[in-house]
């Protein structure tokens, strides 16, 4: 009896926690000079892996990982604090105009909920502008199924603080060129812009076609601090959708930093080991079937949008009723 009470127990919780279960998180982050130095450090480690399992994907930045091991040590490092997902990466070759310091754009996705079905590297061989990014772009397609959008591309950059305001223009030829090529308005743009403080003033915003085209949405709230540091407030970090069909599944108001030095209840310099900067991530709304997961069991709940929400929230107030008497009775034993 007792057994299959905590069971019960286990099972109405999850039904409780289940909101935004469906929903699909795309993350952000400049990891700030990772490789074989930091992958050596197990609670560095641990901390990435507690943020990069909450992304159903993430782009990572400033990857130095120059002999190859670093990246393959984070990979194990998140099956073995994440049992319940299969994580792989897909990698740009290393990027910089320096044969001393080069990066590399890296998104880790869970195999579950999305698979990748395309990729392109950008050849920054734009006629009249050649050479415009120190890290240009690697941009690949995702499928995901389980979101209410199917498919989308992310475009991802890491600008040059010495020339923010050109390379952020020059992405715009970019989107144009995705867009083009693979037919589709569902693109994200996202990374660390270095789109604040002194590196973008503000008066030089019409300059750059990603502000002054009215169909794309900057989701990061312009307040919004993405560093680490006590001493600095400035939102580096971004994430632009196009308007239409791509921007209305986006989950409102849910685009925003990670402070995982709250979070993780971390001193600063604890944080700042990990990185200098917050990762940004936004929610995707999922499809209109809704699950709830309790280990490998499912109840699945499917029809009109309306009607799935009215099922998902009565079966939550029978579940804390349920709950709430179960407990009681537990705690009279």
């Not at 992405?171 to 995705?178: E, G, M, N």
């Amino acid at each position: 009896m007792r057994s299959s009470s905590l069971l019960l127990l286990s099972f109405l919780v999850g039904v409780c926690d289940g909101q935004g279960a469906s929903d699909f998180r795309i993350c952000a982050f400049n990891l700030h000079h990772f490789g074989d130095s930091k992958a050596k450090k197990s609670d560095v480690m641990l901390t990435l892996a507690k943020i990069i399992t909450r992304c159903d994907v993430c782009l990572l930045q400033e990857v130095r990982d120059s002999k190859g091991k670093a990246l393959q040590q984070l990979l194990d490092r998140l099956h073995s604090y994440d049992t319940g997902h299969v994580y792989k990466a897909v990698a740009s070759e290393r990027l910089g105009r320096s044969e001393t310091y080069r990066e590399q754009y890296v998104f880790v996705y869970r195999t579950d909920t999305v698979t990748v079905t395309g990729q392109y590297q950008y050849p920054d061989d734009r006629p009249g502008d050649v050479d415009a990014f120190a890290r240009e772009p690697f941009v690949v397609r995702f499928r995901a199924p389980m979101t209410a959008v199917k498919e989308f591309v992310l475009i991802p950059q890491h600008t040059t603080p010495v020339n923010t305001t050109k390379e952020l223009d020059a992405l715009y030829d970019v989107l144009d060129q995705v867009k083009k090529m693979w037919k589709t308005e569902d693109v994200m743009l996202l990374g660390d812009f270095n789109a604040d403080c002194g590196y973008l003033a503000k008066k030089n915003r019409k300059n750059v076609r990603l502000f002054t085209d009215k169909n794309l949405i900057w989701l990061i709230d312009e307040n919004a601090d993405t560093t680490v540091r006590l001493t600095t407030s400035c939102t580096y970090d971004r994430i632009i959708v196009h308007k239409g069909s791509f921007a209305s599944t986006v989950v409102p108001s849910s685009a925003k930093p990670f402070n995982f030095q709250m979070e993780y209840r971390l001193t600063e310099e604890q944080a700042l080991e990990v990185s200098d900067h917050y990762p940004v991530e936004v929610l995707l709304k999922g499809h209109r079937s809704t699950s709830f997961r309790n280990g490998g069991t499912s109840l699945a709940l499917t029809g009109t949008k309306g009607t799935a929400h009215q099922t998902i929230f009565n079966l939550k107030i029978f579940a804390l009723f349920a709950l709430s008497h179960l407990v009681f009775q537990m705690l009279t034993w």
